[in-house]
């Protein structure tokens, strides 16, 4: 949510006196978007199309000491030193129509891009030559339909609360395609390769129901804002993944974790055109199982975001809103900038 649109307006002041206050509907505070999740339902019979493009990028090092210490400041043996550079260009277009004054139905269609660059020094080998491993992915990504629904009227000093449901698809390439540098096994006492993707998938290779519940606070001059969520990943059975020389490694069943998630904000207008606000968005992922058994190094994984949004009003059915948002914790992407043009009909 980028900031908070002025209820009222120029149409409000032209229907009212001067200094008569513009009837309530009973409708939330329009609300320009800085979490994935909007806050303010879509008017009856309106249409809303939303083009977006969102970038996202990451990097992390790895460090693996294999070997013995024979005094603390001496190590014998051999490092494998790994850096991962990510890029991720995401371009959807969602659209909301407003099936009442309380409800409204939403579909996105993303399209994605992902870049990787890896460089490792690999153990086992003596040499002090870095090697760079460079792969990519491009395709349609995981649609998603949703739909919401406001639960209660509020007001000055009065909460809103918008309850909502989402359905994430696997339409995009899943990571179970994608061919991985393996010759017959990546993982155990013969596994060989870098066990990593030739091509990178564009969806996540599960479907997903996400439950939510948004709140708005009006608190002249400001509007505090925030939702909490649950993301439920569903497993898969009989999955395989393909390997090298059109081989497969058979996996089983694979249970991704579910995520817990909640964010918060602050919004306030500059003027009757321009708004800002400020936020943090936040995580928590579950391990991940394989044949009820959870997978070797995964753990639970935070993600905490800080988020600064900004919003401009062109017309009365045109808005330009722009976020960026700073990664806090280590898994989290170092940077993510994102662009939103959405159009009322």
Same mark, same amino acid.
């Given at each position: 949510?980028?900031?908070?649109? $002025?209820?009222?307006?120029?149409?409000?002041?032209?229907?009212?006196?001067?200094?008569?206050?513009?009837? @309530?509907?009973?409708?939330?505070?329009?609300?320009?978007?800085?979490? /994935?999740?909007?806050?303010?339902?879509?008017?009856?019979?309106?249409?809303?199309? *939303?083009? !977006?493009?969102?970038?996202?990028?990451?990097? !992390?090092?790895?460090?693996? $000491?294999?070997?013995?210490?024979?005094?603390?400041?001496?190590?014998?043996?051999?490092?494998?030193?790994? /850096?991962?550079?990510?890029?991720?260009?995401?371009?959807?277009?969602?659209?909301?129509?407003?099936?009442?004054?309380?409800?409204?139905? /939403?579909?996105?269609?993303?399209?994605?891009?992902?870049?990787?660059?890896?460089?490792?020094? *690999?153990?086992?080998?003596?040499?002090?030559?870095?090697?760079?491993? @460079?792969?990519?992915?491009?395709?349609?990504?995981?649609? *998603?339909?949703?739909?919401?629904?406001?639960?209660?009227?509020?007001?000055? @000093?009065?909460?809103?609360?918008?309850?909502?449901?989402?359905?994430?698809?696997?339409?995009?390439?899943?990571?179970? /395609?994608?061919?991985?540098?393996?010759?017959?096994?990546?993982?155990?006492?013969?596994?060989?390769?870098?066990?990593?993707?030739?091509?990178?998938?564009?969806?996540?290779?599960?479907?997903?129901?996400?439950?939510?519940?948004?709140?708005?606070?009006?608190?002249?001059?400001?509007?505090?804002?925030?939702?909490?969520?649950?993301?439920?990943?569903?497993?898969? !059975?009989?999955?395989?993944?393909?390997?090298?020389?059109?081989?497969?490694?058979?996996?089983?069943?694979?249970?991704?974790?579910?995520?817990?998630?909640?964010?918060?904000?602050?919004?306030?207008?500059?003027?009757?055109?321009?708004?800002?606000?400020?936020?943090?968005?936040? !995580?928590?992922?579950?391990?991940?199982?394989?044949?009820?058994?959870?997978?070797?190094?995964?753990?639970?994984?935070?993600?905490?975001?800080?988020?600064?949004?900004?919003?401009?009003?062109?017309?009365?059915?045109?808005?330009?809103?722009?976020?960026?948002?700073?990664?806090?914790?280590?898994?989290?992407?170092?940077?993510?900038?994102?662009?939103? $043009?959405?159009?009322?009909?």
């Amino acid at each position: 949510m980028l900031a908070i649109l $002025l209820c009222g307006g120029a149409a409000a002041q032209a229907q009212n006196p001067v200094g008569a206050a513009p009837a @309530d509907d009973g409708r939330p505070p329009a609300v320009a978007p800085l979490f /994935e999740q909007p806050g303010v339902l879509t008017p009856r019979g309106k249409l809303v199309l *939303e083009p !977006s493009l969102q970038f996202g990028y990451s990097s !992390s090092n790895r460090v693996v $000491l294999v070997g013995y210490t024979i005094i603390p400041a001496l190590l014998i043996g051999l490092v494998d030193v790994r /850096e991962v550079k990510r890029n991720t260009t995401t371009g959807a277009l969602t659209g909301r129509y407003g099936l009442s004054n309380r409800a409204e139905l /939403e579909i996105k269609l993303p399209y994605v891009y992902r870049s990787d660059s890896t460089v490792s020094r *690999e153990i086992f080998t003596g040499t002090g030559v870095d090697r760079v491993f @460079d792969t990519s992915g491009r395709g349609v990504g995981d649609a *998603e339909l949703a739909l919401r629904y406001q639960l209660n009227d509020g007001g000055a @000093d009065r909460a809103y609360y918008v309850a909502g449901l989402r359905v994430k698809s696997r339409t995009g390439t899943d990571p179970f /395609e994608v061919i991985t540098d393996c010759t017959q096994r990546c993982v155990g006492p013969n596994a060989t390769g870098t066990g990593l993707p030739l091509e990178l998938p564009t969806g996540s290779g599960f479907y997903a129901l996400q439950p939510s519940l948004t709140w708005l606070y009006p608190s002249d001059p400001a509007i505090l804002f925030g939702s909490v969520s649950y993301l439920k990943n569903f497993k898969r !059975s009989g999955l395989s993944r393909k390997v090298l020389n059109g081989e497969w490694e058979p996996l089983g069943t694979v249970a991704p974790g579910d995520v817990l998630g909640f964010n918060f904000g602050l919004g306030l207008a500059l003027n009757e055109r321009a708004l800002i606000s400020f936020g943090y968005d936040h !995580s928590s992922i579950a391990r991940t199982r394989q044949n009820g058994v959870p997978v070797q190094g995964s753990v639970r994984t935070q993600l905490g975001t800080l988020l600064l949004g900004f919003s401009y009003r062109l017309n009365d059915k045109r808005t330009v809103n722009i976020a960026v948002g700073a990664g806090l914790t280590r898994d989290t992407p170092d940077v993510q900038l994102s662009l939103r $043009l959405p159009m009322t009909f």
